[in-house]
């Protein structure tokens, strides 16, 4: 039996027992009910218009005779000029001006992102012109960043130890033996990497187009186009960065022979996926700092596209960012392994680290 034979089937076996687990389906069930939830509720309320009183919208001439009487209070301007002030000013929400290359012949001017609830009021969308591109929704950026955190951080730690939670099972119960007198132990921990990763990288593409699909049902396109890279590109660089992660867990796993020694040994990996989730919602409007974290391979799925959604990155830097991940990955591979072959047949106390890499 080859080694990509032997591998492939360790991963069939991994995914199999995974599936058959009513606990992992339900609690995947309810994830991504939760998401789908959450995205229909922002565009139910996008819809129903504005909280605590109307919006405020300058309109120059008769501009504003396409928009609802109910929920906009109208305040008239002589020209673009002053409608542009009163919305860099703050005074305004947005303004509708004549001129514009979509049917109604109007372009809606805005500070620093797209007014969805006004241009869904409109019959036919107009024109839409943001006077400060440079700038973000701040609370918009917020939920995304919570968003794209607390997926990286639950898929990782869920799927990641499962990895460790496998590798100690069936080194406690030596199955192990069995299965190292078939395949290599580099072929084993290849197998369970592989495996996991499938189920965790299936996860993720389920979340994405949930969310994507629950975004265009409630009419929030726009939002959609913008977030379109972003989430290619996380889906792209989580498959990466669990490799990582899930090496990591399997090799400190196998330092030790009991499940309830797993939780001391992994703590350093659980931080490396509990970290980027802080810092991404603490640094979200903070250019510099998502820019180190999008270099940086533990923390690039949620660095880096959330630079992409606020447009702040180059189109070559994410490629950038693979290219490092994937050297890392070479890396931690080639430590992991040793760590792994040195250490799964081991039993009893916990072997140290710095034996298991020199074997």
Do not use: C, H
């Not at 047949?345 to 680290?353: P, S």
């Amino acid at each position: 039996m080859s080694g990509v034979q032997g591998a492939w089937i360790v991963a069939e076996r991994e995914i199999t027992v995974r599936l058959r687990s009513k606990a992992f389906l339900i609690s995947t069930g309810v994830l991504l009910l939760l998401v789908l939830a959450s995205v229909l509720a922002s565009g139910f309320l996008a819809k129903a218009g504005p909280i605590g009183g109307p919006t405020t919208v300058a309109v120059v001439g008769e501009a504003g005779a396409a928009l609802p009487s109910e929920g906009y209070e109208v305040e008239s301007v002589s020209d673009r000029a002053a409608a542009e002030r009163l919305v860099l000013d703050g005074d305004v929400e947005a303004a509708i001006v004549p001129g514009g290359d979509g049917p109604l012949d109007l372009t809606v001017l805005a500070k620093d992102s797209v007014p969805v609830s006004l241009v869904q009021a409109l019959s036919v969308s107009p024109a839409v012109d943001i006077l400060a591109p440079t700038a973000s929704n701040p609370a918009l950026a917020y939920l995304i960043a919570i968003a794209f955190g607390i997926v990286f951080m639950m898929s990782a730690m869920t799927f990641g130890t499962t990895i460790a939670q496998s590798v100690v099972e069936e080194k406690q119960t030596r199955i192990v033996e069995i299965l190292l007198a078939t395949v290599s132990a580099r072929t084993l921990l290849a197998g369970k990497i592989l495996g996991n990763s499938i189920l965790a990288l299936a996860q993720v593409v389920a979340i994405v187009a949930l969310a994507s699909i629950g975004m265009l049902a409630t009419g929030q396109d726009l939002l959609f186009g913008e977030l379109g890279s972003a989430l290619i590109w996380f889906g792209i660089l989580f498959a990466f960065a669990f490799v990582l992660l899930a090496t990591l867990y399997a090799a400190l796993a196998a330092l030790v022979s009991r499940q309830e020694d797993i939780g001391s040994v992994t703590s350093p990996v659980m931080m490396l996926v509990m970290l980027p989730y802080v810092a991404v919602i603490i640094f979200n409007d903070n250019p510099q700092a998502l820019a180190i974290m999008s270099y940086i391979p533990f923390s690039a799925p949620v660095g880096m596209p959330m630079r992409l959604y606020l447009g702040t990155a180059e189109w070559w830097e994410p490629i950038l960012s693979l290219g490092i991940l994937a050297v890392s990955i070479a890396i931690v591979l080639w430590i992991g392994a040793r760590i792994y072959s040195n250490s799964i047949l081991r039993t009893g106390t916990r072997v140290k680290l710095g034996e298991a890499i020199k074997g």
